[in-house]
């Protein structure tokens, strides 16, 4: 019976033709695992949205109710701490790897010619992510979501010529209101997702186009010199997708969400006490993820520096790093040979770890 359903496929759209195609990829041999990530991120995002849509069920998007309705599905809801509790750690794993795989692409010189485009594709992808994780956090509706939305408000009207209209946008006006929690949820179920779903296929479609292209070690046995291109297109050893890569990609996902539940059942998700608009002494705390950025806020105090916290320092990391692969154009990828870009990927993510870990750090209650 499956090979009469193969055959009436194959007659209409060539199935068997694109599975042997998608199965027949060759991968880089001896970094197997450290190619591992990309597989996870999609397996990670699946997770985000199959949990995602479970709380639907349950979820208010209205501020007096979110929280509430937040409560109610941890603690009177089958599975529900659970599901809520993934969702939350799946959302800061998702982040997390994200930096590592664009570490090690950064480190492995693999964003440059001919993947400029899936480097600017993949940082379009972790800008999105971490927004995802930003109005995630916003829609808990307890009071720390109440005073980082009205702290990040702030923030973005200092954005140069957009600022009030971002501000406007978000709020649904110029005060946080019914209308702002509306907004930040269409934004996060919809918005942000669909352009995630849009750009994964052009991601994976780039990597098909331009080939895997591994790690330095990959191509140690090639004759060519470091600086021609036509080195990094050959690795010395490949393996087939499946099943020697797909192995590989499938105990990972299945390891990391066994970490992930079990962080969801051990630690849950925290929901926090219900909003005190009135509450003018309530220090509101950033996940990690963005505790960097927060931390920066310190180092310039005051209506005439807050700009260079809120909006210059970050839009110029930022614009530096969908750069990248148009500022660094040379061929050598080895990071052995590449001293000055090893020293200053390090110098930034030693930079990212003091600034978060000092971010975490008890702050003084907020000024909005």
């Known amino acids: 019976m499956f090979k009469k359903i193969q055959e009436w496929f194959d007659e209409r759209i060539g199935l068997t033709e694109l599975i042997n195609e998608f199965n027949g990829e060759r991968i880089p041999a001896r970094g197997g695992w450290a190619y591992t990530f990309g597989s996870l991120l999609a397996f990670l995002f699946i997770i985000q949205v199959v949990t995602g849509m479970f ?4 979820y208010v998007p209205y501020f ?58 993949g940082m379009v992808l972790f800008s999105v992510v971490v927004i ?17 939305i009205n702290v990040l408000d702030n923030v973005a009207s200092h954005v140069p010529l957009i600022g009030g209209f971002i501000r406007i946008l978000v709020k649904g006006g110029t005060e946080t209101s019914v209308l702002t929690m509306q907004h930040i949820f ?62 590989k990609d499938m105990i990972v996902a299945l390891g990391v969400f066994a970490v992930i539940y079990f962080l969801a059942v051990y630690y849950g998700a925290a929901i926090g006490p219900m909003y005190r608009p009135l509450a003018l002494n309530f220090a509101p705390e950033a996940d990690w993820y963005f505790l960097a950025n927060e931390e920066l806020l310190k180092y310039f105090p005051g209506h005439g520096l807050i ?41 930034f993510l030693l930079l990212l770890v003091y600034l978060t870990l000092i971010g975490g750090e008890p702050k003084a209650p907020a000024t909005v």
């Open 186 to 247: 269409a934004i996060h179920v919809w918005l942000l997702p669909i352009v995630v779903i849009m750009f994964i296929p052009i991601h994976i479609f780039l990597v098909r186009k331009t080939g895997e292209q591994g790690m330095a070690l990959e191509y140690k046995n090639s004759k060519l010199p470091d600086d021609d291109v036509n080195k990094w297109k050959h690795a010395d050893a490949t393996v087939p997708f499946f099943p020697d890569q797909l192995f």
């Open 55 to 58: 709380l639907l069920f349950y």
């Open 132 to 148: 995802l994780g930003l109005t995630g956090y916003m829609l808990v509706g307890n009071e720390n979501s109440w005073w980082t």
């Open 64 to 121: 007096p109710m979110a929280r509430n309705s937040t409560y109610f599905l941890k603690h009177h809801v089958l599975m529900g701490n659970i599901v809520l509790g993934i969702h939350l750690w799946g959302a800061f794993t998702m982040i997390f790897i994200l930096l590592v795989h664009m570490s090690r692409v950064y480190f492995s010189g693999s964003y440059k010619k001919p993947r400029e485009m899936q480097w600017v594709a």
């Open 307 to 347: 700009i260079f916290s809120t909006f210059l320092v970050p839009s110029l990391g930022f614009a530096i790093l969908f750069a990248l692969p148009f500022i660094d154009r040379g061929h050598e990828r080895s990071p052995f040979k590449r001293p000055a870009a090893t020293v200053l990927g390090i110098l």
